[in-house]
T-cell receptor, first 110, second 114 residues
Framework: EDQVTQSPEALRLQEGESSSLNCSYTVSGLRGLFWYRQDPGKGPEFLFT???AGEEKEKERLKATLTKKESFLHITAPKPEDSATYLCAVQKGGSYIPTFGRGTSLIVHP | GAGVSQSPSNKVTEKGKDVELRCDPISGHTALYWYRQSLGQGLEFLIY????????KSGLPSDRFSAERTGGSVSTLTIQRTQQEDSAVYLC????????????FGSGTRLTVV
């Protein structure tokens, strides 16, 4: 059974304090790993798709990396507006249905 | 429209009543998904539609849940004889094609069964 585990469940940072969120997964034949951001009362907003180990993608202060067992979402010098829940999802080959983790709730204090 | 539209945004219903939730995907998006999100839980897949193909209903939790998509566009999720455990946020997402992983989600319908 595909499993996606995100850690930590919650993270509090001071503005400018860089950190990383973790997404570990077990899936046979990874087709893709996705990161989403979700603000309260809204649907998830797509950030990145990673397809193979060693791949990296960046967007503003966010950088996502992928290994064969986990992905990291690095947040560099975060700002309060980066506060949100970050969701990770994996999709295995032959399936069109991503499996989501429970997310990491990030709060960045000014 | 510019995004995925869901209605109503909030729904309070009495236990045992039927409810219908609506999703208007982005025009031209052929793939449509329904997910359910409960407090502290991840997104739970319910059903997906791709073009005119038969929908994948493998995530529907019981036969009280059904969904249809008319004309390859608007979708309706129906929950019959609602139970308290059905309380959750129901999210709809669409994408250009099943292989396009950048799903666009709506803001969801918050369903409360009392």
């Amino acid at each position: 059974e595909d499993q996606v585990t995100q850690s930590p469940e919650a993270l509090r940072l001071q503005e400018g304090e860089s950190s990383s969120l973790n997404c570990s997964y077990t899936v046979s034949g990874l087709r893709g790993l996705f990161w989403y951001r979700q603000d309260p009362g809204k649907g998830p907003e797509f950030l990145f798709t990673l397809y193979s180990a060693g791949e990296e993608k960046e967007k503003e202060r966010l950088k996502a990396t992928l290994t064969k067992k986990e992905s990291f979402l690095h947040i560099t010098a975060p700002k309060p507006e980066d506060s949100a829940t970050y969701l990770c999802a994996v999709q295995k080959g032959g399936s069109y249905i991503p499996t989501f983790g429970r997310g990491t709730s990030l709060i960045v204090h000014p | 429209g510019a995004g995925v539209s869901q209605s109503p945004s909030n729904k309070v219903t009495e236990k045992g009543k039927d409810v219908e939730l609506r999703c208007d995907p982005i025009s031209g998006h052929t793939a449509l998904y329904w997910y359910r999100q409960s407090l502290g839980q991840g997104l739970e897949f319910l059903i997906y539609f791709q073009g005119n193909s038969a929908p994948d209903k493998s995530g529907l939790p019981s036969d009280r849940f059904s969904a249809e998509r008319t004309g390859g566009s608007v979708s309706t999720l129906t929950i019959q004889r609602t139970q308290q455990e059905d309380s959750a946020v129901y999210l709809c997402a669409s994408s250009l094609a099943v292989t396009d992983y950048g799903y666009t989600f709506g803001s969801g319908t918050r369903l409360t069964v009392v």
